[in-house]
């Protein structure tokens, strides 16, 4: 029987069958000159102008479809995707509607293991290649890593953005985007909506945290710079995120739209650094953002729908000509001023070029077909956004192959040298933010006994955690004797007695935190057991703010990890038990929380041993 991930011959030389055009761009080199570079537009040119209106339209829409499978997804998604898009399977949403591309999620039963998306990549890539254009697709994903990642386990999750901006190497998070863009690329995923290049600068920012590098503009913009690199020379298109910044937000574009309140100048300082780095290091697509910004757009619209925002700065004052993707367009931050039907109408006319995740594809698809016969958008204009796309898949090599195999993902993903560079580059991650009874590192004589309580998030990527279990098998393996009690975000007073009463007979408690408030009985929990007697080592599992609310609960230390992947809270119980040294340092001010204006511990703190 042959192997179903592997392509056929006749699928194989489907792929470069795209015509007279396309045949010509599978041989053009990826290190084209510019007179290569001048014919292989002039190609893709020809290709549009034998596409029908239809197709065209297509080629602008990026979509999620359920199902881990292009041809026989299980029949809840299959329903699913009758509810929502109308057609019942990956395969047949290409043929109806030609989208470009695909995005994959891990609530869409997209992402079981490797061998099943390299699988769901190839039915995609058949379906395209057979329609009567055929046309490769761009699947794409929020790789982000950290607490954004939609690829598990068994692939090498890295540390995230923040993690990253704790450590401050370029070199690591140059590395750390190679390793998970050659893993994504093995299993035919080849846009990633990574690297973050929000600028931190609001500790209350509710969507980006620690998803963003930290609150310095230049620090930021080196390791998005870096990242871009690593990806791309993985063969990924990377992608900056969101334009023009959404660093300084107190709300979440997801269910409201954030308003910046930046002045033209601290645009240019505060946001503008990263993308104008990203820029410069070759980045292939920069994300929108769903955010109004006063001074950069009197009009109020979100800059997704703005002309001045991505037309007037991004393509004309940065000098950015690659591909300009929304941000999902089913999210409230977009749809609040205007209807569904008239928002990837105007996106277009803002200068974008992939319409992400439409919440209703019809509506949208049709709107902008309409908008082009009625001649609100020209055709020109949506060719100049198809000709950015089709070159990048040019790029991407997609037109010369756009198949994975079975022996690529066994070869690549998850490999021991990309879980052994995870493990070291996050242990220099993991910041010791204070210590004040000098208990660290543990001692296995005297503090062999380990209670681990805490916060128990879901796994970003299905495959993890939960967090406390994980630390407690780490604290094992290292020689401790660990013992593991979830007690939840908010955890009820009868948990909290819990944990108090499993304090009897350990030396240690080490308690997980996560995005404490004021209010939050984690503050209780820690109070509650630091009264024990016994020592209490708290584990800021998300943001590192956490410390600023726990001052006075009586912990005995306190880390940072910014995420709760397996990798950070390996590492964290490694630099606990004096297995590794602190490598990390605030790459965020820390503020008092009586005192907002006060720095409590300030950018570039963390001890070390």
Avoid at 17 to 45: C, E, F, I, M, N
Avoid at 48 to 72: N, P, W
Avoid at 498 to 509: I, M, P, Q
Wanted: charged share 20%.
């Amino acid at each position: 029987m042959p192997d179903r991930t592997t392509p056929s011959r006749r699928s194989v030389l489907a792929a470069t069958a795209v015509g007279a055009a396309a045949v010509a761009l599978a041989s053009t080199p990826a290190h084209a000159g510019s007179a290569d570079r001048r014919a292989t537009r002039a190609r893709l040119q020809r290709l549009i102008s034998r596409m029908s209106l239809e197709e065209k339209v297509g080629q602008l829409f990026v979509m999620r479809v359920y199902g881990h499978s292009a041809t026989a997804p299980d029949q809840a998604d299959i329903d699913a995707n009758l509810k929502e898009i109308g057609v019942r399977t990956a395969a047949e949403l290409i043929e109806r509607y030609h989208v470009g591309g695909i995005i994959y999620f891990v609530w869409a039963h997209n992402t079981r293991d490797p061998q099943q998306i390299a699988e769901l990549s190839n039915g995609i890539q058949r379906a395209g290649l057979a329609q009567s254009t055929p046309i490769p697709l761009l699947i794409s994903t929020d790789q982000e890593h950290g607490i954004v990642a939609r690829v598990g386990k068994p692939a090498t999750l890295v540390p995230g953005a923040m993690a990253l901006g704790a450590h401050g190497s370029r070199s690591d998070a140059r590395e750390a985007a190679r390793i998970a863009g050659t893993e994504l690329a093995a299993m035919g995923i080849r846009q990633n909506y990574a690297p973050v290049a929000d600028v931190n600068v609001n500790p209350a920012n509710p969507v980006i945290g620690v998803r963003s590098f930290g609150s310095d503009p230049q620090a930021v913009a080196g390791l998005v710079a870096s990242q871009v690199r690593g990806y791309q020379g993985a063969g990924i298109a990377a992608t900056s995120k969101h334009f023009p910044g959404h660093g300084d937000t107190v709300s979440d574009s997801h269910y409201s739209l954030p308003t910046i309140h930046h002045t033209r100048e601290e645009w240019g300082e505060l946001d503008a650094p990263p993308f104008r780095a990203a820029i410069a290091a070759g980045i292939r697509s920069i994300m929108t953002a769903h955010i109004v910004v006063p001074a950069l757009d009197p009009s109020e619209d979100p800059a997704t729908l703005s002309r001045p925002i991505l037309t007037g700065i991004l393509r004309e004052e940065l000098g950015y000509d690659g591909v300009v993707v929304t941000d999902a367009l089913d999210m409230a931050g977009v749809r609040q001023k205007y209807g569904d039907d008239r928002v990837p109408v105007l996106a277009l006319k803002a200068g974008c070029d992939q319409l992400l995740n439409p919440p209703n594809l019809s509506v949208a698809w049709n709107a902008v077909l309409q908008a082009v016969r009625s001649g609100e958008l020209t055709e020109q204009r949506i060719e100049e956004s198809i000709l950015r796309i089709l070159l990048l898949k040019t790029e991407l090599g997609l037109f010369r192959n756009p198949f994975v195999t079975r022996e690529g993902v066994d070869r690549t993903v998850g490999k021991r040298s990309h879980l052994a560079a995870a493990d070291r580059i996050a242990q220099e991650t993991t910041t010791l933010l204070a210590d004040p009874a000098g208990l660290l590192p543990l001692a296995r004589r005297s503090h062999r006994n380990v209670l681990v309580v805490g916060a128990d998030p879901a796994s970003p990527s299905g495959t993890t955690g939960p967090p406390t279990t994980t630390l407690a098998k780490a604290f094992t393996e290292l020689g401790f004797t660990a013992t593991a009690l979830s007690t939840g975000i908010t955890p009820t007073a009868a948990k909290i007695e819990e944990a108090v009463a499993a304090t009897a007979g350990k030396d240690v408690v080490v308690v997980g935190t996560y995005n404490v408030s004021a209010s939050s009985p984690q503050r209780t929990l820690v109070s509650r057991l630091a009264a024990t007697g016994v020592p209490v080592v708290t584990v800021a599992i998300r943001n590192p703010y956490d410390i600023a609310q726990l001052t006075d609960s009586g912990f005995a230390a306190s880390l940072a990890t910014y995420s709760w992947t397996d990798v950070e809270l390996r590492a964290a119980a490694r630099v606990i038990a004096g297995r590794a040294e602190p490598g990390g340092r605030l790459p965020v001010p820390v503020q008092r929380a009586d005192d907002p204006t006060q720095v409590l511990y300030p950018v570039g703190h963390g001890l070390g041993y």
